[in-house]
Nanobody
Framework: QVQLVESGGGLVQAGESLRLSCAVS????????MGWYRQAPGKQRELVAG???????YYADAGKGRFTISKDNAKNTVYLQMNTLKPEDTAVYYC????????????????WGQGTQVTVSS
């Protein structure tokens, strides 16, 4: 059973930064791909960024140039550094994992962590 614990969210002003963390247990983290997703009120959950087991990254258009995904295999943790935050980045952010990057890109997971709330004020 994979456990995902997201943290690092908060209330910030537009233009500020946050770093989200996701601690993963119950999987072979080093060979898994990871993804960060977000769900804003009234909207579907969407992929924000993904990182494959070999370190290749993918970014959705919304975060390109502002967000950076990284992982620390020794700590079984994936991070999302978010800079120049905008009010439209306000959402609950989630992470998830799979051995296949294609699954990260699809985002069709049956189980999610509790997420971490990010609120950006204008």
């Amino acid at each position: 059973q994979v456990q995902l614990v997201e943290s690092g969210g908060g209330l910030v002003q537009a233009g500020e930064s946050l770093r989200l963390s996701c601690a993963v247990s119950g999987s072979i983290f080093s060979i898994n791909a990871m993804g960060w997703y977000r769900q804003a009120p009234g909207k579907q959950r969407e992929l924000v960024a993904g990182i494959s087991s070999d370190g290749s990254t993918y970014y959705a258009d919304a975060g390109k140039g502002r967000f950076t995904i990284s992982k620390d295999n020794a700590k079984n943790t994936v991070y999302l550094q978010m800079n120049t935050l905008k009010p439209e980045d306000t959402a609950v952010y989630y992470c998830n994992t799979d051995r296949r990057m294609v699954a990260i890109l699809r985002g069709n997971f049956g189980s999610w962590g509790q997420g971490t709330q990010v609120t950006v004020s204008s």
